[in-house]
Structures are given as structure tokens and as C-alpha cells.
């Protein structure tokens, strides 16, 4: 049997395999492992897992992950988002929709401090859905506000997405983090007069709400959210401006968020224990994953399947933007039936050397496919998303949530192209810092 078909077969077993809900990194180790050891030997397998584990948990440049992770989770337990939402509604919250764009508000806010999709479409999903119910807003409406809001939280700096990213593709973090930054404010304007034309085109779906809050309640809304915006501004930007590596942003962040969380009694023993519990967890899952992907990736380079595809479509005489639409295209498909992490892992060794073989930035298209991995947590039958809001709101039938996000897609699908049009969206601000 040739290299390649096994590669094929390890593709195949790795896909079953993530289907049938093993886990991404267990997976990833298995097929990576018997993989290297039938393309050599069973000595050389053994020994691939033991440098692959090293050599990546050794990486210095890595130890951003926990430490953003760590700082996310210090200010997830704090009540932030409640507080968030009620400063955004403050200001905005008394135009027709008000409530729903106060949301897409809370939620980029929110997503630039936890770094998560599920955190932040969870946390806002049991603090708006509630108070849309109370001014009467649509369900369907204030549930899609949610979900589209929580999508932002894999775009917006600091995303552990495009840090595992940079991660699995040696693309340098800091700037990828600042990439997602304009894509990531554009899409939530974009969200916004997005819930402004559905208003108009049927105003019964989100009636007006009749308080206004006075100049000294809006300023007074801010007392309890600047300060954690100030540790967002100081660890991103200095980034950008080159005063921290990411990894050194990270610490400070974690440190900062940790120190004003005790300053302000907002975190209590029971959410320190729950900060570290789920920041150890969720960092261990991520590293089993790096490290199942390392030994995946010599697999697949012993199979020469990346060598083989990268030669075979640099020689098509089509346009790389042709073969750019039939990559995103299997992105979308992929997006409906799996995770965008497993997607991550199980196509990057062969796309990424296609992709810059082609051209294209590999921060830019970093950048598309987390667009399009958002996407995929809004479409059935899969719907991330949709299936936490449907947690909370256990009284609106799930196939409604779906039919409500429909304009948020739509809406995600016409900025995928925008920025495919016109890469400079993304890349301008990282080529600053360079």
C-alpha cells in the first residue's frame, strides 16, 4: 500500500473517530501514532510520542495559552457580564432594538476579555434572553441577537482559537491576535444595523423601550466595567505596540485581572477554585490537543500527502481564488457536523502548506477561517450556539433559533467575502507592528 493511501486511511479512521465522539486529542495521538509506526516502525512511533510531547509543551511561545485562558476565566467569574450588558443598555437601550444591540455590545466586550464563543454566548444568554422577555422582544429575535454576539468571541483578540492557530502553523500569535481585531469590531457594527433593518422591516418584533437613562447613569453604568477594559487595553495593546511578546501580555493580564478582582471583592473563594479548575482543564484539553496534532502532522508528512496535494494543485491551471472557494466551501460543509477546534486539527497540515503555496498571507487566511468556523456553530445540524441558547431558553422549539439566525449567516457570509475582496481589513493593523 502506497504512503498516501494510508494517509488517506488515517484521515478516514481520524474523521470516524472524532464522529464518534472520542476525544479530538485521544484521536489525534492514536491515528498520529499507528500512523508513523506503519509508515516505519513501532520504534520510531514510540519515540515520535515522546519528542512530540516534549517538544511541544516545551515551546515557550505557548505559555500564552494558559495565562489568557487564566485571565478570561478570573473575569468570567466575576459578574462582568451582567454588568456589561446593563452599561451598554444604558446608552443604547432605549432605541427601538435597543436591548438586542446592547447584546451584540456586551457580547464583543465580552469576548475580547474571555476569548471564548461558548463562555460568551452562555454568560449572555441567561443575562439579555430574560430582560428582552420582560419588554417583550420576539424570542426568536433576542435569541439570534445572542448567538450572533456569542460568535465574536472566537474573533476578537485575545481568541484561544487563533492562538491554537498560530500554534499549529507557526504563524506568530501577537499579530494574529491584532488581525482579528478590525474584522472583529467591523462584524459587530455589521451585527448591529444588521438587528436595526429587522427592526425597521417589522418593528413588532423588538417594541421600544420606554426608559431613558439620564447623562449621570450612563457615566455612573461605567464605574463598574472600566477597569477590566483597561487590563483588556493594556495586555492587547501592548502588543501592538510592541511593549509585550504575547506571552508577557498574557502573565500581565492574568496577573492584572487577578489583583483587581481582590481590589473589588468581586471574586470570591468558591470563583478562585472555579477560575483555576476550569483554566487548568481547559489548558490540558488544548495541549493534548497540540500534542496529538504534532504526531498527526509527522504522520501526514511521512505520507507526503501535503507534498503531494501542493504539488498537485500548484500545477492546475485555475485561479487560486477558485481553489480558495472550494476550500471554504468544505470548511462550511465541515462546520455542520463538527467542532471548529477538530476542524482545525484535522485539515491545517494539509491546507496550510496549499494555502501559502497559493499566495495567500497565512494570518489573512487565518483570519477567513475562523469567519467561516463561526459560521458553523450557527448552522444545524451541529449549532453550538443555537444548542446552548436552547439550554437556557428550554421553552423555544430549537428548529426557531435556527430559522432566527439565518440573517446573522447571511450577514457572516457577506464579510467573509468582503475580506476575501479586500485582505488589507485584516492585515493593515499586524503590518504596523511588524
Known amino acids: 500500500m502506497s ?38 516502525d513501532w520504534q520510531v ?36 457580564g ?35 464563543s461558548n463562555a460568551t454566548t452562555a454568560t449572555l444568554a441567561k443575562i439579555t434572553i430574560p ?5 417583550n422582544y420576539r424570542t426568536t429575535f433576542s435569541t439570534a441577537a445572542v448567538a450572533a454576539g456569542g460568535t465574536l468571541g472566537i474573533l476578537i483578540p485575545p481568541s484561544v482559537i487563533l492562538i491554537l492557530y498560530g500554534a499549529l502553523t507557526s504563524e506568530p500569535i501577537g499579530p494574529l ?15 448591529m444595523l444588521m438587528i436595526n433593518i429587522q427592526v425597521r422591516l417589522d418593528p413588532s418584533i423588538a417594541p421600544t423601550k420606554v426608559e431613558k437613562a439620564t447623562i449621570e447613569e450612563k457615566f455612573s453604568s461605567l464605574k463598574s466595567v472600566w477597569p477590566f477594559l483597561l487590563i483588556f487595553a493594556i495586555s492587547i495593546g501592548g502588543i501592538y505596540f510592541g511593549v509585550f ?22 471574586l470570591s473563594f468558591k470563583g478562585l477554585i472555579s477560575s483555576l479548575d476550569e483554566s487548568i482543564r481547559l489548558t490540558v484539553m488544548l495541549f493534548l490537543i ?31 481564488y477558485l481553489i480558495m472557494a472550494m476550500i471554504l466551501v468544505v470548511y462550511f460543509i465541515l462546520g455542520m457536523f ?10 491545517l497540515p494539509i491546507v496550510y502548506p496549499l494555502i501559502t503555496q497559493l499566495g495567500f498571507d497565512g494570518l489573512w487566511f487565518g483570519i477567513i477561517m475562523v469567519m467561516v468556523l463561526n459560521i458553523g456553530v450557527l448552522t444545524p445540524p451541529l449549532g453550538l450556539s443555537v444548542y446552548i441558547i436552547s439550554g437556557v431558553v428550554k421553552d423555544v422549539p430549537i428548529q426557531q433559533i435556527f430559522k432566527g439566525v439565518i440573517p446573522a449567516i447571511v450577514t457572516m457570509v457577506a464579510f467573509t467575502i468582503v475580506l476575501i475582496i479586500f485582505p488589507e481589513i485584516v492585515t493593515y493593523l499586524p503590518g504596523l507592528i511588524e
Open 3 to 40: 504512503p498516501e493511501m494510508i494517509g488517506v486511511l488515517g484521515i478516514v479512521l481520524l474523521l470516524v473517530l472524532i464522529l464518534l465522539r472520542v476525544s479530538v486529542g485521544l484521536s489525534l495521538f492514536l491515528v498520529g501514532f499507528l500512523g508513523v509506526s506503519w509508515l516505519s
Open 45 to 80: 512511533g514510540l519515540s515520535q510520542l515522546g519528542s512530540s510531547a516534549f517538544g511541544t509543551s516545551n515551546n515557550y511561545g505557548l505559555s500564552v495559552i494558559p495565562l489568557f485562558i487564566l485571565m478570561g476565566m478570573f473575569m468570567s467569574n466575576t459578574g462582568l
Open 82 to 116: 451582567k454588568d456589561l450588558f446593563n452599561a451598554v443598555d444604558k446608552w443604547i437601550g432605549h432605541f427601538r432594538g435597543g436591548l438586542a444591540i446592547a447584546t451584540v455590545g456586551a457580547a464583543s466586550i465580552f469576548a475580547a476579555i474571555s476569548g471564548s
Open 131 to 135: 430582560e428582552m422577555k420582560e419588554y
Open 177 to 191: 491576535l491584532i488581525g482579528g481585531l478590525v474584522p472583529g469590531i467591523i462584524m459587530t457594527l455589521l451585527f
Open 245 to 266: 511578546t504575547p506571552s508577557e501580555a498574557g502573565g500581565i493580564g492574568a496577573i492584572g485581572a487577578f489583583f483587581l478582582t481582590l481590589l473589588t471583592k468581586r
Open 290 to 320: 497540540l500534542i496529538g496534532a504534532s504526531l498527526f502532522g509527522k504522520f501526514l508528512a511521512l505520507s507526503q500527502i501535503p507534498m503531494y496535494l501542493t504539488t498537485t494543485v500548484g500545477s492546475l491551471d485555475v485561479s487560486p
Open 338 to 347: 463538527l467542532e471548529g477546534i477538530a476542524i482545525m486539527v484535522l485539515t
